[in-house]
């Protein structure tokens, strides 16, 4: 399954600019979580510490083998067992000469039992607003469930069925095709594309 979205944070050049910090501390709640770095063009992490970390501009730099020069942006990376990651994008010079100090509250990863339990319920919910003709309400659980894996075929044929019964044909065919791209041996989608298909010969 998909990962949940996660939360990513920047800190652009004026919010450093105004705080004139050449000299960063980074606390998070709770502590102790991992922080990485790595700089702009490059996958490679190097480990900062843990926090609280009082870490300065040069400090980082010398462990990044980089400078202002060759490089304009430092990414830092925010890392915990059981918490969602968290990110910050800085730029490699310019901090002035005082302290930035940065507290982040780390948000608990929710268990994939929880994000089960949450998709039944969206797809339920789509169900019934479906078998009542509250289409847009139906359109509104599924993308629930999407917005979580926009690559479960399930939901994507769910959601092309709403529109196949409301007679929106060109959209369905477009969602089950999708569906077929992610998985060709798809029994429902290819069904359905049959059914557009004789559908739409008949009325011709």
Not at 70 to 78: A, D, K, P, V
Not at 96 to 119: A, C, F, H, Y
Not at 167 to 179: I, Q
Request: proline share 3%; hydrophobic share 40%; net charge neutral.
């Amino acid at each position: 399954m998909t990962r949940i979205t996660k939360e990513i944070y920047i800190l652009m050049v004026a919010a450093l600019l105004s705080s004139c910090a050449s000299k960063m501390m980074i606390q998070t709640d709770p502590p102790q979580a991992e922080i990485y770095a790595s700089s702009e063009g490059k996958s490679e992490k190097i480990k900062l510490g843990q926090t609280p970390l009082e870490i300065t501009e040069v400090q980082i730099s010398d462990q990044l083998k980089v400078s202002p020069e060759n490089t304009e942006w430092i990414f830092l990376t925010i890392e915990k067992k059981d918490y969602e990651k968290r990110f910050l994008a800085l730029p490699a010079n310019r901090w002035g000469s005082l302290t930035k100090n940065i507290r982040l509250q780390l948000k608990p990863m929710e268990d994939n039992e929880t994000v089960v339990t949450k998709m039944l319920k969206y797809f339920f919910n789509a169900k019934k607003f479906a078998e009542t003709k509250q289409y847009d309400q139906a359109h509104s659980e599924i993308d629930k469930v999407l917005t979580i894996d926009n690559k479960m075929i399930q939901a994507l044929s769910m959601k092309a069925g709403i529109y196949f019964l409301q007679g929106n044909l060109d959209e369905a065919k477009v969602l089950y095709k999708k569906a077929l791209e992610i998985d060709p041996g798809f029994s429902d989608a290819i069904q359905m594309l049959e059914r557009i298909q004789n559908k739409v010969g008949s009325s011709q």
